[in-house]
Structure formats: structure tokens, C-alpha cells
């Protein structure tokens, strides 16, 4: 079988669902943790499955320049590579490469390999066989990204080309047990929105993504191209909005129909001494928790929060030890991995508007003493 999305009840726009895949269904609306090199930075497959994550997200031109793509199939695929149990999502690479200033012909893109200085080339056929290669659950199509501010032209023209490489890539798959998915771009202009969305949809994806969005864009202007795509996709296939992870920005995309989300941000966070919390993110740097003997959240049940006082883990930060990283990783992933579960269940009791509400009230209150 391949992936399809089922729904299972409303509220306004938002909606749960489960994503079927080839690796057992998972909840949604739900987050995928990064694991950009076949790794979830700090955390390895048992802390993934103890935080409650259920499909993680690894990274195509890193993996397909190491190890390589074949190195991988040969040690039993992502799955048994990463001794991954759950579903597997792979970004098309594109995101990378392109912040990598490559040549960008009609045919692809060339660059240099950041990892040896060597040229290398991805085309929309290529970013299939290397993902089909590596066995995710689910491919992303190589779309076509633009620095900002862009001009409407360059929106456009890039727009146009990521259809034209998305047509490419569907005729190039061959694996009827993985699903590759559309990605929805245009910038921050509605009607290239909506029309790339129209459009990308018609091509007959069961899945789409939403590129090109938390990159900069105020809340307003990514809200509003959000509410451009999804009238425009078909209800029953599922919407993700790509590399976005903040508190904030998840629960107005879930209000607007989003079933889908990846970011480095809770691992990345981490390893800057961040916490995510239900009273807002904070830093544990602060000179305040030096002799704290709380845990850094006391409604969480994380390793950190179980096991750690504030005081211990600021200490690990401010001596840079390996284990300070760790612990707020697998803090941040539970806190991350928690709001969507209390998502979820929100959405299913008919109460998101109110919980949406309470969770921003509380996180923008002054900070509790
Ligand atoms: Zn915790």
C-alpha cells in the first residue's frame, strides 16, 4: 500500500485524521522531528519513541551525499538504517541545494557538494530515485525555491517551473508502495497561491506540501497564503506546511486545515540553551536558575523534567556538556510532540478555538516566578 489520509471529525477548519502508511498509521495533525542526517540530533530511535514522535523527517542531499543513497538501501533502507519502526518522510533536497547558490537550468540544479567540494546534480527525476532509493514513506517533489524579498516575475517563474518539474517527477516514479507528494509555492502572493495550489492539484498527488513558507514572512502574510491553498486541495489528501515548528505558527496553520508539520527548531533551540514551555520559551542560561531545584516544566514528563532540576541542567549549558544539548532536545521534542496531542484532542471535543486561546494567553503572560 502506499499513504492515504483519512478523516476523523472538525472543528471550523481544523481537523484530525489519521495519515495510513506503509509503517502503521499515524494521529494527525501531527509534528515530525528533523533528522536531517539519519539522526534526530542528540536523540536516538528508543528517545524518538519515548517522546511520543510518530513519523520523523530525514534529509535527501545530505543522505544522498552521505553515505549515499545505495549504502543506505543496502542497510535495510531509512527504516532499518536509522532503526526506525514508525513512517519516514524525505525532503526533496531542494531546500538545501538551493541555499547553496547552485547553476538552476530547466533540466535541474548543479552545485558543490558542502561536504567535499564536488559538482553534483539533482533533477526532478533524480530527487525521486534517490528518495525511492532510500525507501521513505513519503518523497517530496525537487520544487523550486527563491531568496526573499522576490520579485512578482521571479514568484511566478519559479511557481511555473516547480509545476513543470512536479509533472517530471510523478512520470519518473516507480515504486507503487512509497507516495510522493506535490509542494504548493508562490511566494507571498494569494493568487499565485491559490493558483499554484490549483494547479499542483490537478497533477493527481495524494499529499502536499507547503514550501516556501517560514522563511521570514510576518504571521499575517503566511496565515493568508495558507488560507489561499487549502480551499484549493482536495479535502480528503493531507497539507503540510514545510520547516515550520513554533507554538504559535502550528496552531494558526491547524486552524486553517494543516495536518503536517517538520522544524529543527525544538532540537536547534536545544543546543542554544532554549526551552519550549507551556509558559512561554525561555533560555536556561538565566543567572535565576542557578540554584533552582525545580524541573524546568513540572507538568511535563519528560527525562529532564522527571529527573533534573533547573539548577543541574543550566550547569550542564553553561559547561557546554554533551548532556545539556540532550536533555532540552528530548525536553522540547516532548513539549512539541505534547501541544499536538492536546491538539488533537482539542480539535476532537469541539473546543480548538478555546484551547488555541488558552495556550497563547498563557505563553505571552508575564513569565511565573
Ligand atoms: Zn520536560
Given at each position: 500500500m502506499s499513504v492515504t489520509w483519512q478523516g476523523n471529525g472538525r472543528d471550523g477548519e481544523a481537523r484530525i485524521g489519521s495519515l495510513l502508511t506503509p509503517h502503521g498509521p499515524i494521529p494527525t495533525p501531527t509534528f515530525m522531528p528533523v533528522g536531517t542526517r539519519g539522526t534526530v540530533k542528540t536523540v536516538d530511535a528508543e528517545d524518538l519513541e519515548r517522546v511520543g514522535a510518530q513519523m520523523v523527517l530525514a534529509n535527501t542531499y545530505h543522505l544522498m551525499l552521505r553515505p549515499g543513497s545505495p549504502t543506505v538501501s543496502g542497510l535495510g533502507e531509512l527504516h532499518g538504517f536509522m532503526s526506525w519502526r514508525g513512517p519516514i518522510l524525505t525532503d526533496s533536497g531542494g531546500y538545501q541545494v538551493f541555499s547553496l547558490e547552485p547553476d538552476i537550468t530547466e533540466e535541474g540544479v548543479a552545485f558543490r557538494s558542502s561536504y567535499d567540494g564536488s559538482r553534483v546534480e539533482l533533477t526532478p527525476e533524480t530527487a525521486v530515485a534517490v528518495q525511492e532509493e532510500l525507501g521513505s514513506d513519503v518523497a517530496m517533489i525537487l520544487d523550486v525555491l527563491i531568496g526573499l524579498p522576490a520579485s512578482r516575475e521571479d514568484t511566478i517563474a519559479a511557481m511555473e517551473r516547480t509545476l513543470r518539474w512536479a509533472k517530471r517527477a510523478l512520470a519518473a516514479k516507480t515504486r507503487s508502495d512509497r507516495a510522493l507528494w506535490g509542494i504548493v509555492q508562490g511566494g507571498s502572493d494569494p493568487d499565485l497561491r491559490s493558483?499554484?495550489?490549483?494547479?499542483?492539484?490537478?497533477?493527481?498527488?495524494?499529499?502536499?506540501?507547503?514550501?516556501?513558507?517560514?522563511?521570514?514572512?510576518?504571521?499575517?502574510?503566511?496565515?493568508?497564503?495558507?488560507?489561499?491553498?487549502?480551499?484549493?486541495?482536495?479535502?480528503?489528501?493531507?497539507?503540510?506546511?514545510?520547516?515550520?515548528?513554533?507554538?504559535?505558527?502550528i496552531l494558526d496553520c491547524v486552524e486553517r486545515g494543516v495536518d503536517l508539520f517538520d522544524c529543527v527548531l525544538p532540537t536547534r533551540l536545544a543546543r542554544h540553551g532554549k526551552v519550549l514551555s507551556r509558559d512561554g520559551d525561555f533560555s536556561m542560561r538565566r543567572a535565576e536558575w542557578a540554584d533552582d531545584d525545580r524541573p524546568i516544566d513540572p507538568d511535563c514528563d519528560c527525562v529532564a523534567c522527571r529527573r533534573?532540576?533547573?539548577?543541574?541542567?543550566?550547569?550542564?549549558?553553561?559547561?557546554?556538556?554533551?548532556?545539556?544539548?540532550?536533555?532540552?532536545?528530548?525536553?522540547?521534542?516532548?513539549?512539541?510532540?505534547?501541544?499536538?496531542?492536546?491538539?488533537?484532542?482539542?480539535?476532537?471535543?469541539?473546543?480548538?478555538?478555546?484551547?488555541k486561546e488558552d495556550v497563547t494567553r498563557r505563553r505571552s503572560d508575564d513569565f511565573p516566578a
Open positions: 493558483r499554484s495550489a490549483a494547479e499542483t492539484a490537478e497533477l493527481g498527488f495524494p499529499g502536499f506540501g507547503i514550501g516556501g513558507l517560514s522563511v521570514g514572512e510576518t504571521p499575517a502574510a503566511r496565515n493568508s497564503a495558507v488560507e489561499a491553498v487549502v480551499p484549493e486541495l482536495p479535502a480528503d489528501a493531507p497539507r503540510y506546511v514545510m520547516g515550520l515548528g513554533d507554538t504559535e505558527g533534573y532540576s533547573r539548577g543541574y541542567i543550566r550547569h550542564l549549558v553553561a559547561t557546554k556538556e554533551f548532556l545539556g544539548p540532550r536533555l532540552l532536545s528530548l525536553h522540547n521534542l516532548t513539549y512539541t510532540l505534547d501541544l499536538m496531542k492536546r491538539t488533537r484532542l482539542a480539535i476532537e471535543q469541539g473546543r480548538f478555538q478555546s484551547f
